[in-house]
Every structure is written in structure tokens, then in C-alpha cells.
């Protein structure tokens, strides 16, 4: 007999094989996964399972000031009934029909990077063991999910440095160690050369042949500090 009680029955299922004896237990795969801004405290929806479109529109963000938001901040999980972790009421979320709700922020160097929430439109409250493994797994994606987000910062970054120094008509370039990793259009259209022959020559050797050994000490000498 399930160690769990449910009108529908296929909520609960038993397992076969080596884990015969054991029970599955089922929400209904309804699960959301939202982003923290660590530097605005904004959240938004990025991942959502099962929801209709006008709930997912409902819930897709949270300014910083928001009682959702300073829940997050909390940094604690929350697990209780739909109605009672909610903050707000309208038509669009009570006719989701949610009843069991859970909520984990992400971690990393103890502030929320993410939020995974998971809900249950059959049970009345989410059961320890999947508290634990939601825990469980919140705890090891906190480091690899915060380098994954300042990755995709960096790029967008890199991206508008691009775009802005494109623009600009005055020759801006980057140099790591004796290689340019980065030039501009007008650079290129000084120099004469394109950009693939640029980045794989050393970088002195675009200088006239009496100032290259200047050059080189000079460049190499700032990146030394």
C-alpha cells in the first residue's frame, strides 16, 4: 500500500524490478525556474513546465521591491499549500488550480541566483523527501549556474563593446600577451590590413620596422603592471 493518499490514482505509482516495494510520486511535472539579478534583484521566469499562458504571463517577473522578490531574498525555502505562499490574488492564478507549492532559491556565495519552484495541482503539500532532493540539488547548482550567468553577462558585454567600438572612427584595439584579440574597423582600415591576418601576427608587427622593439617592451610592460 502507498504511503501516500490521492483521489487520482495514477498520482502514486508502484515501481517493478530491483525497486519493487517503492513508490513514485508524481506532481505532474509542474515546475518553473526563475533567474535572480544579483545586481537589481530582479526575477525572471526562464524555464516553466505545464502552466497555462496567461498564469506564465501572470508570474513571468518580479521587480526587486516585490513581496516575492524579498522572499527570495530570504534565501530560505518555503513549502506549504498554493494559497498560502502566494502573495496576491486574481482570477488568472486561482484558476491555475494550484494546491502544493515549493520554493528554493539558488545559492551562491550565500545570495539567490535562481529559484526553482514546484507545484502540484493534486496534493495539499509537497512530501520532505522531495524537499530534500530539491534542496539537494539547488545546493549543487548554485556555483555552476552563477558562472553560467556571468558568462552570458560577459558575452552581451563583450557584444556592446563591439558594437559601440565599431562605430567609433578613431582605431581602438585590445592586445593579450604578443597577439591582438581584438580590432576595430577603422584600425583595420588604418592599418590596411583585415582582420584575420591581424590577429595572428604578433602585434609589433604592424609597427615600422625601427619602432617595433619599442613598441613591444612598451605594451608588454603595461600588461605586466
Same mark, same amino acid.
Given at each position: 500500500?502507498?504511503?501516500?493518499?490521492?483521489?487520482?490514482?495514477?498520482?502514486?505509482?508502484?515501481?517493478?524490478?530491483?525497486?519493487?516495494?517503492?513508490?513514485?510520486?508524481?506532481?505532474?511535472? =509542474?515546475?518553473?525556474?526563475?533567474?535572480? !539579478?544579483?545586481?537589481?534583484?530582479?526575477? $525572471?521566469?526562464?524555464?516553466?513546465?505545464?502552466? %497555462?499562458? !496567461?498564469?506564465?504571463?501572470?508570474?513571468?517577473?518580479? +521587480?526587486? !521591491?516585490? @513581496?516575492? #522578490?524579498?522572499?527570495?531574498?530570504?534565501?530560505? @525555502?518555503?513549502?506549504? %499549500?498554493? $494559497?498560502? =505562499?502566494?502573495?496576491?490574488?486574481?482570477?488568472?492564478?486561482? %484558476?491555475?488550480?494550484?494546491?502544493?507549492?515549493?520554493?528554493?532559491?539558488?545559492?551562491?556565495?550565500?545570495?539567490?541566483?535562481?529559484?526553482?519552484?514546484?507545484?502540484?495541482?493534486?496534493?495539499?503539500? =509537497? +512530501?520532505?523527501?522531495?524537499?530534500?532532493?530539491?534542496?539537494?540539488?539547488?545546493?549543487?547548482?548554485?556555483?555552476?549556474?552563477?558562472?553560467?550567468? #556571468?558568462?552570458?553577462?560577459?558575452?552581451?558585454?563583450?557584444?556592446?563593446?563591439?558594437?559601440?567600438?565599431?562605430?567609433?572612427?578613431?582605431?581602438?584595439?585590445?592586445?593579450?600577451? !604578443?597577439?591582438?584579440?581584438?580590432? &576595430?574597423?577603422?584600425?583595420?582600415?588604418?592599418?590596411? /590590413? $583585415?582582420?584575420?591576418?591581424?590577429? &595572428?601576427?604578433? /602585434?609589433?608587427?604592424?609597427?615600422?620596422?625601427?619602432?617595433?622593439?619599442?613598441?613591444?617592451?612598451?605594451?608588454? %610592460?603595461?600588461?605586466?603592471?
Amino acid at each position: 500500500m502507498s504511503p501516500f493518499w490521492h483521489p487520482n490514482p495514477t498520482v502514486i505509482r508502484p515501481l517493478k524490478g530491483k525497486r519493487k516495494g517503492q513508490w513514485r510520486y508524481r506532481t505532474g511535472g =509542474i515546475r518553473i525556474v526563475y533567474t535572480v !539579478d544579483r545586481e537589481t534583484g530582479e526575477i $525572471d521566469l526562464v524555464v516553466h513546465r505545464n502552466l %497555462s499562458a !496567461d498564469f506564465v504571463r501572470a508570474v513571468s517577473h518580479y +521587480p526587486p !521591491d516585490s @513581496p516575492q #522578490a524579498r522572499k527570495v531574498a530570504a534565501g530560505e @525555502p518555503l513549502y506549504g %499549500s498554493y $494559497d498560502q =505562499i502566494r502573495t496576491g490574488s486574481n482570477h488568472v492564478r486561482e %484558476s491555475e488550480g494550484l494546491r502544493a507549492m515549493a520554493i528554493v532559491p539558488v545559492l551562491h556565495e550565500g545570495a539567490p541566483v535562481a529559484v526553482v519552484n514546484m507545484a502540484s495541482r493534486g496534493f495539499q503539500t =509537497i +512530501p520532505a523527501f522531495v524537499q530534500r532532493a530539491l534542496e539537494t540539488l539547488s545546493a549543487l547548482a548554485g556555483g555552476a549556474l552563477a558562472r553560467l550567468m #556571468a558568462e552570458e553577462k560577459l558575452l552581451e558585454s563583450e557584444s556592446r563593446f563591439r558594437a559601440l567600438s565599431d562605430d567609433n572612427r578613431a582605431p581602438v584595439f585590445m592586445v593579450q600577451g !604578443d597577439r591582438f584579440t581584438y580590432v &576595430n574597423r577603422a584600425f583595420k582600415e588604418m592599418t590596411g /590590413f $583585415d582582420e584575420e591576418y591581424i590577429l &595572428n601576427v604578433k /602585434f609589433w608587427d604592424l609597427f615600422h620596422p625601427e619602432e617595433r622593439e619599442t613598441v613591444r617592451e612598451r605594451v608588454l %610592460s603595461r600588461q605586466r603592471g
